[in-house]
């Protein structure tokens, strides 16, 4: 049992590239987030799935695409990175219960 | 609309002693629920502890403890005994709901506590 896995961990991105990162959890979770982390921003929620096939835009969804395929995966997809979108992100699950679960994040570099 | 307030950036507090996390919260909702998250210097985000809105009761887990008080619209983290270990940073979060019924959650920027042997 994993949790919640988060892939890259690390990631270098030029301005203009994209990239998707992938979150996945093996826990029968419905519900699914991606967030950021910026210093002294806290976590500012990004998108959110609540059951596959459904997702909703957070607080900060500009440049970001997400996709629920199945209930296992939740990816978020950059576009056309932006130095501004620099940051920690972390995907996050939840089944019925308050409590989230966190991956362990991914940290990126947009140059 | 929705919010969650964290006065203090940084606190220090001696080993052993208990240290008190400020959270303070605006919701116009009547269920909701608060979380304390803990994210030590690996990264990683910790569940410590969650309180109803509708608990009576405040929430204790171990050496946590929240203070909720509703009408103040506060729901404070108590940290008894510090332990060296306990040095990271702590982010208070709020549970809402959206007009379909889905919990999101709203975070605080967070307070990185120190704990001073």
Redesign the interface.
């Known amino acids: 049992n994993a949790g919640v896995t988060q892939t890259p961990k690390f990631q270098v991105l030029k301005t203009g590239q994209s990239m998707t990162l992938q979150c996945a959890q093996d826990m029968n979770h419905n519900s699914m987030y991606w967030y950021r982390q910026d210093p002294g921003m806290g976590l500012r929620l990004i998108y959110y799935s609540a059951s596959e096939g459904t997702t909703d835009k957070g607080e900060v969804p500009n440049g970001y695409n997400v996709s629920r395929l199945n209930k296992r995966e939740f990816s978020l997809r950059l576009e056309s990175a932006a130095p501004s979108q620099t940051s920690v992100y972390f995907c996050a699950s939840r089944v019925s219960g308050n409590e989230q679960f966190f991956g362990p994040g991914t940290r990126l570099t947009v140059l | 609309a929705q919010k969650?307030t964290?006065t203090q950036p940084g606190m220090f507090v001696q080993e052993k002693e208990a240290v008190t996390l400020d959270c303070t919260y605006d919701t116009s909702d009547q269920s909701y629920?608060l979380?304390w998250y803990k994210q030590p210097s690996s990264?990683?985000?910790i569940?410590l502890i969650?309180q109803?809105s509708y608990d009576e009761q405040n929430a204790t887990e171990g050496r946590y403890s929240l203070n909720f008080q509703k009408a103040r619209k506060s729901a404070n983290l108590v940290i008894s005994a510090s332990q060296l270990g306990d040095s990271a940073m702590y982010?208070c979060?709020m549970?809402e709901a959206?007009s379909?019924g889905?919990?999101?959650?709203?975070?605080?920027?967070?307070t990185r506590l120190k704990v001073l042997a």
Do not use: C, L, P, V
């Open positions: 969650i964290q629920g979380f990264g990683e985000m569940f969650y109803g982010f979060a549970r959206d379909s889905t919990y999101k959650y709203i975070f605080g920027t967070g």
